[in-house]
């Protein structure tokens, strides 16, 4: 992959050992993107497709292990119709267009969120996209739509009470047992956080996930965010002490 010669600066700087595994990236900023510029809100989104698969292809490049994109929230169904029409087109849109060369890649796409109240046509595409790609071991692309983080925990909870119910599992849970019954089951936690367009907060994201990622926040809107911001984001993740609550030997 050529890179431009601000990029090749910034990847020397980085440990190619120490890649985050997990990277999760609230992709936020496309309406203000498209405000600017005089334009619709939905050319924002639409230039918020072409960020996806340029960081996508990056992502994958850089040896990332999963990559988990918020693309749409269970709030974001307060938006006009015609506004959530069009974000919902984007998915099948986004993988018509790159499926092939996601399992040609070996990514394996995955949805977090709940698809009942998805569109058919957005279903169809998710389901073969999770069809194409399910023996794929590499990279796993993990689309969070219609996700709501109190939505998911609730649905655990739920799904714990009717296990208990069924005699499937005793009256005691541990973080373990519970993670298993999140979306993320099975997938470990993200150790980097980004969220573009300026705002600092989760809005709904991974609330049991995020406990101890490394959060990185950046004015820049999603529209135009790309692989230097990507690079800068990492280099200073590997900048960062994570202490998980204890303290460095030396201070002992
Ligand atoms: C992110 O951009 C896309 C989605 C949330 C679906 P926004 O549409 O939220 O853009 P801003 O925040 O209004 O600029
Ligand atoms: C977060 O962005 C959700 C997604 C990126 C899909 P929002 O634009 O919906 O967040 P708020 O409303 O500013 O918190
Ligand atoms: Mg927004």
């Known amino acids: 992959m ?3 010669l601000r990029e ?4 020397k700087e980085i440990d190619r050992t120490r890649i985050p595994g997990h990277v999760a990236m609230i992709m936020d900023g496309n309406g ?3 405000r600017e510029r005089g334009l619709p809100r939905s050319a924002g ?8 698969r340029e960081v996508v292809r ?4 850089l040896g990332i292990k999963v990559l988990t994109l918020f693309a749409f ?12 029409d069009f974000l919902m087109s984007l998915p099948e849109q986004y993988l018509q267009s790159e499926l092939p060369e996601l399992v040609r890649k070996n990514v394996r796409v995955k949805l977090m969120g709940d698809p009942e109240r998805l569109p058919a046509k957005v279903k169809r595409a998710i389901a073969k996209g999770l069809d194409a790609t399910a023996g794929n071991s590499g990279m796993i692309l993990n689309f969070a739509l219609n996700y709501g983080a109190r939505m998911e925990i609730v649905r655990a909870v739920q799904a714990v ?3 208990l119910q069924k005699g499937k599992i005793r009256p005691a849970i541990s973080e373990k047992s519970f993670a298993a019954y999140l979306y993320t089951a099975g997938l470990p936690d993200p150790d980097l956080l980004i969220r573009t367009g300026g705002e600092f907060r989760i809005s709904n994201f991974l609330l049991w996930q995020l406990a101890y ?9 999603w529209p135009d965010f790309g692989r230097v911001h990507l690079l800068q984001a990492i280099r200073d993740f590997q900048q960062r002490e994570r202490r998980f609550g204890r303290i460095y030997p030396e201070q002992r």
């Open 32 to 34: 203000r993107w498209a």
């Open 45 to 52: 989104h639409r230039q918020g497709v072409e960020t996806v």
């Open 8 to 11: 090749e600066e910034i990847f």
């Open 213 to 221: 990622s490394e959060l990185w926040f950046t004015p820049v809107y």
């Open 2 to 4: 050529e890179l431009t």
């Open 73 to 84: 929230s269970t709030e974001n169904w307060r938006r006009p119709p015609q506004e959530i």
């Open 58 to 61: 990056f992502s994958n490049h």
């Open 161 to 163: 009470l009717e296990d």
